[in-house]
Structures are given as structure tokens and as C-alpha cells.
């Protein structure tokens, strides 16, 4: 395999070396609701910001001043990331898209995979952001609920424009306005994660299962079905089910999706909740159909045709990995070169070709064609309008209703 290089228009094929599902971004620890959702999770503060669109909101608070920046000076970038969520090249060890980086703009990257919780990693970080300390970290990605945390604490620098230009122009519609950013004006997502219905035709006798309610009620599926111990995606599927928009629900549908769920629950319908570790038992069958995060579709499919998925014709929820800089970073400036560095197309494919999850940059398809066609027209990387259309996000949670809502779906997982 040859490396990429910055003047290529293409870069080769990366299927020898992309990650497995067993492993990777997506594994346990990634997706546990005991850890990443736990007291300490809830215990932080939650605030509102005011909609608006891009160019970024105005805000107060989470800024730096201008000498607090040494990327002028000081030619180089530290970025923590998860494990696995980054092109690789032909040695295993370096990082194609970083070296482009590098030797286009002279700023070198320490890149570093130490998140594999969300609670965990904030733990290691909390204290110095709470002091207005450098965390060592010019630029991290979290998911969705807790960047918002961190962005309604104050806790991350509102991102400069002007050194943004690829990512302002290429973000595409559907992540440009979450409730929680609306206006971007403090992060940019990584990715999309995508949650669908999958199952195993072998398993389901070739039948089709793509909803939510077959999951729940078809006895021919009983004890061969799983859910995941994610609340916002089992809920938020379970909600768009029963006719209820995950933006807007109530406090009753909140609970009457519970209840749908523990039903379930009590009739041994639902096998278990699990984090990543459904994938295994879905290849072999004994998980017949499930709740699944859409990267580990694909990659399972590579490896074993019976695996499909479905969209439900009542929707499917979508979170997002993004990129944020934190308070008394260094290095803001090239940090936020960085974050528009990956919003060029031929980088983003690249990106693309290796995570297998949804890619956050319009333009990409000529050049994900280039390596490898079938992902560019696989709507689980590359959304088409009408599968955008039928993507729903979790809307944000006050600390009221977080605390309320994640205690009843312990309940549920300790049942």
C-alpha cells in the first residue's frame, strides 16, 4: 500500500487496515452508559444557549486572550482523540492526513488517543479546566451531550472564522445547528454516528426487520434481540417508533417509551443492552436483529453478507463526535488550522475511508469514489437528501430532566 501523499488527488484503498468493530472508536467502553452517562456525568450543570445559524453565535465567556495564543511562535499542535478514529498508514503507525498537515502548513501534530470515555476523559480534565488551566490539549473530541457541557461551563474557546474557511463552507446543513451549538461558534463535528436497525438474514430466516416495533413484538425474534445501553439512542429509536420526535418529546413520552422498553424487558423479548460487544454475537446469529451504531454495519458487512441494516420509515437518530478547544490551549490558532484542515474534501474522504462513519464535509463523494466507490454511495457514510431528511437529533436535557431520565434507564438496564 502506498502512503498518502499531500499532492495526490487519491489516496489507495485502506481495507487492509481499517479498523475492526471489536475495538475500535465504537467499543464498550465507548458506548457504556454506567460510565459515560454515570453520577458524575450528571452532576454537572446544564445551561441554554440561543439559537442561531453560521457564522458563529455571540457569546460571552470561554474565550482567551490574544497572548494566551503561542502559535506563532510556537510551530506545533497536541490533539487527543479516540482510539482507532484516524486514517493509518501502510506501517500501522503513522497517520497520512497529520503528515499532509505537517508538511503543508510546518505545524507539528502530537496526536494522541486517550479517550475511551467520555466520563473518564473529563474526569482526567475537569480539575484544570474548573481552575483556567492549560489542559495540555490544544484540541480534543467528545460527543455531543458532553461537548455541550463543557461549552455551557465555559470551559471551551469560541473558535475564530477567520482561520476556519473550509469548515465554514463545507459543513454540511444537517450538523450546523444543534441545540447546544447552534451556531457553531464553539466546535465542529468529527462525525456522525448514525443509529439504525441491523440484523442477520441467516438469523431471521431472510426475513427483513426494520423497525423498531418488530423488534419489540415479533415473537419469532423473542430473546434474539438487543438494544444499546446508550439511553439516547435506544429511547430516541423507541420514541421515533411511537410517533414522537426526539427534538421535542415530553416527559410522558419519556416515560411511556420506558415502558415500551420494559415490556420488553419482562417478556424476555429483549435479550440484553450492550455497548459495541453486540457486534460479535450479531455475526454468528445469536443476536438475530438489534439497535446498532451504523459504522459497525459496515465494517461487519465486509466481512459477512448476512449482516444488513434498515432505516425505519419512522427515522433514526444521529449524535456527533466534535472537535473542541479548550480553555488556556496554547495553541488555538493552529488547532483551529487543524479542525479546517479536515474540512477539505480530499482530506475528509481519506477520514472517511478509515472510521466508516458519517462524514460532516459536502463535496466529498468525487474523491471517496476515488478510493473506493462503494463506500461513496453507502448512505451510512454519505448521507443521500432523503436519508439526511429522516435523521433526528436527542434534544438537550436540563439537569433536572438528565438526572430524572438517566436514573428510570438504569432502572431498566438493572432489571
Same mark, same amino acid.
Given at each position: 500500500m502506498?502512503e498518502?501523499?499531500?499532492?495526490?488527488?487519491t489516496a489507495?484503498?485502506p481495507?487492509?487496515?481499517?479498523?475492526? &468493530? /471489536?475495538?475500535?472508536?465504537?467499543?464498550?467502553t465507548r458506548r457504556?452508559?454506567?460510565r459515560?452517562?454515570?453520577?458524575?456525568?450528571?452532576? #454537572?450543570?446544564?445551561?441554554a444557549?440561543?439559537?442561531?445559524g453560521? &457564522?458563529?453565535?455571540?457569546?460571552?465567556?470561554?474565550?482567551?486572550a @490574544?497572548?494566551?495564543?503561542?502559535?506563532g511562535r510556537e510551530?506545533? %499542535?497536541?490533539?487527543?482523540?479516540?482510539?482507532e478514529?484516524?486514517?493509518?498508514?501502510?506501517?500501522?503507525r503513522? !497517520?497520512?492526513?497529520?503528515?499532509a498537515?505537517?508538511?503543508r502548513?510546518?505545524?507539528?501534530?502530537?496526536?494522541t488517543?486517550d479517550?475511551?470515555?467520555?466520563?473518564?476523559?473529563?474526569?482526567? +480534565?475537569?480539575?484544570?479546566?474548573?481552575?483556567?488551566?492549560d489542559?495540555?490539549?490544544?484540541?480534543?473530541?467528545?460527543?455531543d451531550w458532553? /461537548?455541550?457541557?463543557?461549552?455551557?461551563?465555559?470551559?471551551a474557546?469560541?473558535?475564530?472564522?477567520a482561520?476556519?474557511?473550509?469548515a465554514?463552507?463545507?459543513?454540511t446543513?444537517?450538523?450546523?445547528?444543534?441545540?447546544?451549538?447552534?451556531g457553531?461558534?464553539?466546535?465542529y463535528?468529527w462525525?456522525?454516528?448514525?443509529t439504525?436497525?441491523?440484523?442477520?438474514?441467516? /438469523?431471521?430466516?431472510g426475513r427483513?426487520?426494520?423497525?423498531?416495533?418488530q423488534?419489540?413484538?415479533?415473537?419469532?425474534?423473542?430473546?434474539?434481540?438487543?438494544f444499546?445501553?446508550?439511553?439516547?439512542?435506544? +429511547?430516541?429509536m423507541?420514541l421515533?417508533?411511537?410517533?414522537r420526535?426526539?427534538?421535542?418529546?415530553?416527559?410522558a413520552?419519556?416515560?411511556?417509551a420506558?415502558?415500551?422498553?420494559?415490556?420488553g %424487558?419482562d417478556?424476555?423479548q429483549?435479550?440484553?443492552?450492550?455497548?459495541?460487544?453486540?457486534?460479535?454475537?450479531?455475526?454468528?446469529?445469536?443476536?438475530?436483529?438489534c %439497535?446498532?451504531?451504523?459504522?459497525?454495519?459496515?465494517?461487519?458487512?465486509?466481512d459477512?453478507?448476512?449482516?444488513k441494516? @434498515?432505516i425505519?420509515?419512522?427515522?433514526?437518530?444521529?449524535?456527533?463526535?466534535?472537535? #473542541?478547544?479548550p480553555?488556556k490551549?496554547? !495553541?488555538k490558532?493552529?488547532?483551529?488550522?487543524?479542525?479546517?484542515?479536515?474540512y477539505q474534501?480530499?482530506?475528509a /474522504?481519506?477520514l @472517511?475511508a478509515?472510521?466508516?462513519y458519517?462524514?460532516?464535509?459536502?463535496?466529498v463523494?468525487?474523491?471517496l469514489?476515488?478510493?473506493?466507490?462503494?463506500?461513496?454511495?453507502?448512505?451510512l457514510? #454519505?448521507?443521500d437528501?432523503?436519508?439526511?431528511?429522516r435523521?433526528?437529533a436527542?434534544?438537550? #436535557?436540563?439537569?433536572?430532566?438528565?438526572?430524572?431520565?438517566?436514573?428510570?434507564? @438504569?432502572?431498566?438496564?438493572?432489571a
Amino acid at each position: 500500500m502506498q502512503e498518502y501523499e499531500p499532492g495526490r488527488r487519491t489516496a489507495p484503498r485502506p481495507a487492509a487496515v481499517r479498523r475492526g &468493530p /471489536a475495538g475500535g472508536r465504537g467499543a464498550l467502553t465507548r458506548r457504556s452508559l454506567l460510565r459515560a452517562s454515570g453520577a458524575g456525568a450528571l452532576a #454537572l450543570g446544564l445551561g441554554a444557549l440561543s439559537a442561531c445559524g453560521i &457564522p458563529p453565535a455571540k457569546r460571552d465567556g470561554g474565550g482567551a486572550a @490574544a497572548s494566551d495564543d503561542h502559535s506563532g511562535r510556537e510551530k506545533r %499542535v497536541t490533539f487527543s482523540n479516540w482510539t482507532e478514529y484516524m486514517d493509518i498508514g501502510e506501517d500501522g503507525r503513522r !497517520h497520512p492526513t497529520l503528515d499532509a498537515f505537517t508538511e503543508r502548513t510546518g505545524i507539528t501534530v502530537k496526536y494522541t488517543e486517550d479517550i475511551n470515555d467520555n466520563v473518564e476523559f473529563f474526569g482526567k +480534565v475537569r480539575p484544570q479546566l474548573a481552575a483556567g488551566q492549560d489542559t495540555g490539549r490544544d484540541l480534543l473530541v467528545v460527543t455531543d451531550w458532553l /461537548a455541550a457541557r463543557i461549552i455551557r461551563l465555559g470551559w471551551a474557546q469560541k473558535l475564530d472564522p477567520a482561520n476556519l474557511p473550509h469548515a465554514f463552507a463545507n459543513l454540511t446543513a444537517q450538523f450546523r445547528a444543534p441545540d447546544w451549538d447552534p451556531g457553531r461558534a464553539y466546535s465542529y463535528p468529527w462525525s456522525g454516528i448514525p443509529t439504525v436497525i441491523a440484523y442477520n438474514a441467516r /438469523a431471521t430466516g431472510g426475513r427483513t426487520v426494520d423497525s423498531v416495533t418488530q423488534l419489540l413484538d415479533d415473537p419469532r425474534l423473542k430473546g434474539r434481540v438487543s438494544f444499546l445501553s446508550e439511553m439516547r439512542d435506544s +429511547v430516541g429509536m423507541t420514541l421515533l417508533d411511537m410517533g414522537r420526535d426526539p427534538a421535542s418529546f415530553t416527559d410522558a413520552d419519556y416515560g411511556e417509551a420506558i415502558a415500551r422498553l420494559q415490556d420488553g %424487558v419482562d417478556r424476555k423479548q429483549i435479550r440484553r443492552f450492550t455497548g459495541n460487544d453486540y457486534t460479535a454475537d450479531l455475526s454468528k446469529g445469536d443476536i438475530a436483529a438489534c %439497535v446498532a451504531w451504523a459504522g459497525d454495519i459496515v465494517q461487519l458487512q465486509a466481512d459477512n453478507p448476512d449482516i444488513k441494516y @434498515a432505516i425505519p420509515d419512522a427515522g433514526y437518530v444521529t449524535a456527533t463526535d466534535n472537535l #473542541l478547544v479548550p480553555v488556556k490551549a496554547r !495553541h488555538k490558532t493552529n488547532a483551529e488550522r487543524l479542525i479546517d484542515h479536515y474540512y477539505q474534501p480530499r482530506v475528509a /474522504a481519506r477520514l @472517511a475511508a478509515y472510521i466508516n462513519y458519517v462524514c460532516p464535509v459536502d463535496g466529498v463523494a468525487a474523491e471517496l469514489a476515488a478510493i473506493d466507490p462503494a463506500m461513496a454511495s453507502n448512505t451510512l457514510i #454519505l448521507p443521500d437528501e432523503r436519508t439526511t431528511a429522516r435523521s433526528h437529533a436527542f434534544r438537550s #436535557l436540563d439537569p433536572d430532566e438528565e438526572t430524572a431520565y438517566e436514573e428510570k434507564f @438504569a432502572t431498566l438496564l438493572g432489571a
